[in-house]
Nanobody
C-alpha cells in the first residue's frame, strides 16, 4: 500500500515557476514508477511527466518538454515536478500517481493517487 501526499502549487503569473512535491509512504517507494497528471475543467486527465523506479527513464508530454522537470529522491520517498515558463494552458489540478516499475501514460494504469493540487496561471 502506498499513500501519496502532495504539496506545492498555487497561483502564479504567466512566465513564472512552481514546484510540486509528492511524498509517499511505504518502504517500497523505490520500486514504483511515479508520474504526474493534470486535469483542467471539462477536460480529461492527461499525462504530464513520468519517472521510472530508479530514475533512469524520464518521459514528458510534448506540451511540457523543455519547461517541466521531474525528479525523485528515493531516500526521501519524494518525487518533484519543477515547472517553468508557465502559461494559462497549464492551469489545472495536478496529481501524482504511482505504479510498479515502469511508466505508463494512461491514468487507469496507475494504482495510487495523490489528493491533487491546484495550479492556476494568471495571464
Amino acid at each position: 500500500q502506498v499513500q501519496l501526499v502532495q504539496s506545492g502549487g498555487g497561483l502564479v503569473q504567466a512566465g513564472g515557476s512552481l514546484r510540486l512535491s509528492c511524498a509517499a509512504s511505504g518502504r517500497t517507494f523505490s520500486t514504483y514508477a511515479m508520474a504526474w497528471f493534470r486535469q483542467a475543467p471539462g477536460k480529461e486527465r492527461e499525462f504530464v511527466a513520468g519517472i521510472s523506479w530508479q530514475g533512469g527513464t524520464i518521459q514528458y508530454a510534448d506540451s511540457v518538454k523543455g519547461r517541466f522537470t521531474t525528479s525523485r529522491d528515493n531516500a526521501k520517498n519524494t518525487v518533484y515536478l519543477q515547472m517553468h515558463s508557465l502559461d494559462s494552458e497549464d492551469t489545472a489540478v495536478y496529481y501524482c500517481a504511482a505504479r510498479r516499475i515502469t511508466i505508463r501514460t494512461i491514468p487507469s494504469e496507475y494504482e495510487y493517487w495523490g489528493q491533487g493540487t491546484q495550479v492556476t496561471v494568471s495571464s
